[in-house]
């Protein structure tokens, strides 16, 4: 980790080479820091779930089930502006000062501007995919859309949805992976450096995805992978993997990220 690559002509953030195995030690120390704000953590996660609850149900009382998936995968791209407060909480945490639900509720108070235009772009790019996965929906399904009950064997179990599933997996993977490379490190960076803004956030966060293509792709597939069992189960895995992932991405910041002193 000894090799940084520049970011600016005249850096003043710089990126660092990873090791292929780090994310790991970042879901270690986000556990760790779970535990050691508890009551941050996993209201925050609570929180999530029954935010997932109430839109969950307003879909089907607008009778617009066949958003549920979608929007489930939306999250995956809107989660990290969601995440502020659990940044917040390790950033104060390993300052050694105490945090509290308040705290971690208020940290956009630090760079208000720019992260309100970070969580615009995500919640924009979550927008265009429930729109073009609703399109997607209509063109192969019809205006007729199967009900509720025969939604998932319609959509994933039968030969005639594969063009559907291929096409919505690609279009879903690339915006996840473009709302991915302009926020990994991104938001925790506004949150750290107040004065940083938008661009430069942005232009760190990609320089990182390829100064370290492979460790932060293992990674993205890790936060897939534990918000999707987050999800899965109802949303009530979000009580647990919501402030792990959280947590974790911000000491995976701390690592990728060298600031100079000055």
């Not at 970042?26 to 820091?33: E, S, T, Y």
Request: charged content about 10%.
């Amino acid at each position: 980790m000894a090799d940084a690559v520049p970011v600016f002509a005249q850096p003043t953030v710089r990126v660092r080479k990873l090791e292929m195995d780090q994310p790991w030690t970042w879901l270690r120390k986000g556990w760790q820091d779970c535990l050691k704000t508890p009551g941050v953590s996993f209201v925050y996660g609570t929180l999530a779930a029954v935010t997932g609850y109430l839109i969950t149900w307003g879909l089907f009382a607008f009778d617009m089930p066949y958003l549920v998936l979608p929007i489930m995968a939306g999250f995956l791209i809107v989660g990290p502006i969601l995440a502020v407060g659990l940044y917040e909480a390790s950033r104060r945490s390993e300052q050694g000062l105490p945090t509290s639900l308040a705290d971690a509720l208020g940290a956009f108070n630090r760079n208000p501007s720019q992260m309100g235009l970070m969580g615009m772009a995500l919640l924009l790019l979550m927008f265009f995919w429930a729109r073009t996965a609703a399109l997607l929906f209509f063109l192969y399904f019809g205006m007729e859309p199967p009900d509720f009950h025969n939604l998932f064997v319609a959509t994933f179990l039968s030969a005639d949805s594969w063009p559907f599933l291929i096409i919505g997996s690609a279009v879903g993977g690339v915006l996840a992976l473009v709302a991915f490379s302009i926020s990994v490190v991104s938001i925790p960076l506004l949150l750290d450096r107040p004065a940083a803004n938008i661009i430069e956030a942005i232009a760190t966060s990609v320089r990182a995805v390829q100064a370290n293509p492979m460790p932060l792709l293992f990674w993205g597939g890790l936060i897939v992978i534990f918000m999707m069992a987050g999800l899965v189960t109802l949303y009530l895995g979000l009580i647990v993997t919501l402030p792990l992932i959280g947590h974790a991405t911000w000491h995976a910041y701390r690592d990728i990220v060298e600031l100079d002193a000055a």
